[in-house]
């Protein structure tokens, strides 16, 4: 099960197992709770732009509120995770001030106007608690205007909270390479990519063709259709290319020997990598004062 919980750029992976096809997502888009946990040294007032100026009594209280309720708790306990809601709190106050000391230092942007939005899509994963990858990328996109970095994708960085996130993208930083990167869904026929600071991963029921001269999206093929192992990826998300016809992959867990033989496309250490994204853990579930 990958593990990618809900704060954003906070968006996801490495140590979550990233899919290592071109199709796989990217290999570390989300800041999970244990990052901000890292990160956090203290709160500012912090300053923006903007009309409206991020404070811990107001932004913070909202996506503490966001973060810390029932459906984190229900999702907590469905992973084995033990929930307290001090301890979920603090790590999400932890993020949150973060945040608005990189705005203070002018290493961020804050946009009120997407305050609302970005609680509740948190919200909304975390009652999902499992998601596939493009609803994932797509739960992150209102929170990563929120708090918006003013480093641009390709440039070097110390942490995610620094990284611009160009409009519809989540950006983050690359914790081999140390530069920002931004990932985003990219509809049919669009330009696809899966190198280089800016990756555009396809919408759902589509494929990236890398058999023309220039990448797109096209549809992908349909359950049962003749497929070809070198090019599995065009049976779609969460699916393979099983005996020449495209069907589902191994679930996670499962045994394989080969990438080809995961629904995930991923295979670890012999073991087949989720499709799901995990939307909590144990820094979030209870700040990490217990397992």
């Given at each position: ?62 996506l503490a509120d966001a973060l810390c309720g029932g459906a984190t708790e ?212 209870n700040g990490a004062t217990s397992k």
């Amino acid at each position: 099960m990958r593990s990618a919980a809900i704060f954003p750029i906070l968006l996801l992976v490495v140590g979550c197992g990233s899919k290592v096809d071109p199709q796989a997502a990217p290999a570390d888009t989300a800041v999970t709770p244990t990052d901000v946990a890292l990160e956090a040294d203290g709160a500012s007032d912090g300053t923006s732009d903007g009309a409206v100026l991020p404070t811990e009594d107001r932004t913070c209280k909202r996506l503490a509120d966001a973060l810390c309720g029932g459906a984190t708790e229900a999702c907590c306990k469905t992973v084995g995770i033990a929930f307290a809601g001090a301890g979920c709190r603090e790590a999400a106050l932890s993020y949150c001030t973060t945040r608005i000391d990189a705005v203070g230092l002018g290493k961020a942007v804050y946009d009120d106007s997407q305050l609302e939005a970005c609680a509740k899509d948190w919200s909304t994963a975390i009652a999902a608690c499992q998601i596939e990858f493009v609803p994932y990328l797509r739960s992150q996109r209102a929170c990563a205007q929120l708090f918006n970095g003013t480093t641009a994708p390709g440039a070097a960085c110390a942490s995610s909270a620094e990284c611009h996130s160009p409009p519809g993208a989540v950006a983050y930083c690359d914790t081999t390479t140390k530069r920002c990167k931004a990932s985003s869904i990219v509809a049919e026929g669009a330009p696809c990519s899966f190198t280089g600071s800016q990756l555009r991963y396809c919408d759902e029921g589509f494929y990236c063709d890398l058999t023309g001269g220039t990448a797109a999206c096209r549809k992908q093929l349909a359950e049962g259709a003749a497929c070809s192992t070198s090019n599995y990826v065009a049976c779609g998300y969460s699916r393979t290319c099983v005996v020449d016809k495209c069907g589902a992959g191994l679930a996670g867990g499962a045994k394989c020997t080969d990438a080809v033989e995961c629904a995930s496309w991923n295979c670890n250490a012999g073991v087949c990598n989720s499709v799901f994204y995990q939307q909590v853990e144990a820094s979030l579930c209870n700040g990490a004062t217990s397992k």
